[in-house]
Nanobody
Framework: QVQLVESGGGLVQPGASLRLSCAASVSIFIVSSAGWYRQAPGKERELVAVITSANNTHYGDSVKGRFTISRDNAKRTVSLQMNSLKPEDTAVYYC?????????????WGQGTQVTVSS
């Protein structure tokens, strides 16, 4: 049973930092891509950041320069360092691990962790 367990969410003031972590019980994590998505109330889920197995990264436009995604293959974790948080960053953040274990594709999601940015 694959599990993705997120941690690190919470309530912070604008301008503060948070670090989200996701522990993945995916045996082929090292060859997987991983990412973070978020969904605010009344809005669609959107990409925050992804990191490939080769450590290539891609960020959503709204978080470029403020958020940094990283991974630790030995610990099977993917993290999201969030700096200069804004109220519009308030959302449930979801961890995602995906890839292809030929011929099958896999796509796993965590339960989500709430991030609230408010004064």
């Amino acid at each position: 049973q694959v599990q993705l367990v997120e941690s690190g969410g919470g309530l912070v003031q604008p301008g503060a930092s948070l670090r989200l972590s996701c522990a993945a019980s995916v045996s082929i994590f090292i060859v997987s891509s991983a990412g973070w998505y978020r969904q605010a109330p009344g809005k669609e889920r959107e990409l925050v950041a992804v990191i490939t197995s080769a450590n290539n990264t891609h960020y959503g436009d709204s978080v470029k320069g403020r958020f940094t995604i990283s991974r630790d293959n030995a610990k099977r974790t993917v993290s999201l360092q969030m700096n200069s948080l804004k109220p519009e960053d308030t959302a449930v953040y979801y961890c995602n691990v995906y890839g292809t274990n030929f011929p099958h594709r896999y796509d796993y999601w965590g339960q989500g962790t709430q991030v609230t940015v408010s004064s």
